[in-house]
């Protein structure tokens, strides 16, 4: 049994977004793969090991540090210091990282050990960083060559300290090869998301958005949808209200139909009794947790194109668009019942029988 040690800045977890995409990942891996983990867990070892008893070993940063910040305790030396003595203490065939952040501290380590190095790419960051600026209207000189900098940087890394990429979709695949990397490392591997129905009502007026506040691009994405989206939709259904799922909005849009919940553990209370979940992307790549979640559980899902990058099916790109047409058709009740069907066929290719083989590929 291959031996595999994760190294992620945020920790599995089963109720969160990205976090839960690495706990069902681990979780079925564990199955086939010895799996040992580095990250920051909140609770204290004993509560950690209970939940996460899928895993070999768990070596929970949160203890060795003085800090709370979780950037700041991936971006210190004695956090890399760790690593190197983890890695050079214990044989691993594979360390495989989440997050650019935590690829940085691969630099010094790599040439001290013989393990082979899959990072998945969540975001491509320099891409991220430009959607940001041009929705910001912030690209001018300075942010242009910050992200030049950043761009040469990142795909350095993936060049030279990589043995193997994980990306979640063709778009991210032929941006890599683009920036000259050799596409027999990069590998699609596509989130494992479970299949579980959860809407059943759709003669509703509310209206679904999930996201952490906490996350910079969901702000901007609130807005887009408040000033570009929610015209339309209120248009077409007067009594329309807005339920914001996720903790961390310090600041929240004035308008009386927008209601920031916070985070709840079950959000398929919510999504059960919802019209529609809308989720307009403002800037990000990779694959929107927010939008393959919401398809996997049949809730009738709108979004813009830039919610789509990496998701292949044109059929469901043509019925999930977020405009006047498909809004108007969310009136109909056998519309949505149409879409929730097609929506939960699309998402078995996600599913963890189809995803499996491909992590045998990548860690062979």
Not at 69 to 97: G, M, P
Not at 320 to 339: A, P
Not at 342 to 357: G, H, M, P, Q, Y
Request: some cysteine.
């Amino acid at each position: 049994m291959k031996k595999i040690l994760a190294i992620t800045i945020h920790p599995p977890a089963f109720e969160a977004g990205g976090e839960k995409l690495l706990y069902q990942r681990y979780k079925l891996l564990s199955k086939f793969f010895s799996i040992d983990i580095i990250s920051k867990f909140k609770k204290d070892n004993d509560d950690v090991i209970k939940d996460h008893s899928y895993f070999n070993k768990i070596y929970n940063v949160s203890i060795k540090s003085k800090t709370n910040a979780v950037e700041k305790l991936f971006n210190n030396i004695k956090f890399q210091i760790y690593i190197a003595r983890i890695l050079t203490n214990n044989k691993y065939d594979i360390v495989h990282i989440d997050y650019f952040k935590t690829l940085i501290f691969i630099i010094l380590v790599k040439p001290i050990i013989s393990s082979k190095i899959v990072f998945t790419v969540v975001d491509i960051y320099y891409l991220a960083m430009k959607d940001r600026f041009k929705f910001q209207n912030k690209l001018n000189k300075i942010n242009l060559l910050k992200l030049a900098i950043f761009t040469y940087f990142e795909i350095f890394l993936y060049k030279h300290f990589t043995s193997r990429i994980a990306v979640w979709g063709e778009d991210d695949r032929k941006e890599l090869i683009n920036k000259g990397i050799d596409e027999n490392k990069i590998y699609i591997i596509p989130p494992i998301i479970d299949t579980s129905p959860a809407w059943s009502n759709g003669e509703s007026n509310n209206f679904v958005f999930i996201g952490s506040g906490y996350h910079p691009p969901n702000i901007d994405s609130i807005n887009l949808l408040h000033e570009e989206y929610w015209p339309l939709i209120t248009k077409e259904f007067p009594n329309a209200k807005l339920l914001i799922v996720g903790e961390g909005y310090s600041f929240k849009i004035d308008n009386p139909n927008f209601k920031y919940l916070g985070f709840i553990k079950n959000v398929n209370s919510i999504l059960r009794n919802c019209r529609a979940v809308i989720a307009p992307i403002a800037w990000g790549t990779g694959v929107k947790v927010k939008i393959i979640e919401s398809i996997s559980k049949g809730v009738p899902l709108l979004t813009n194109i830039d919610g789509f990058r990496n998701i292949d099916n044109l059929k469901i790109k043509k019925r999930l668009l977020l405009s006047k047409t498909n809004i108007k058709l969310l009136k109909s009740l056998n519309y949505l019942k149409e879409i929730s069907n097609k929506e939960i066929l699309f998402s078995s290719s996600f599913s963890a029988k189809n995803v499996l083989d491909k992590y045998y590929s990548i860690y062979e």
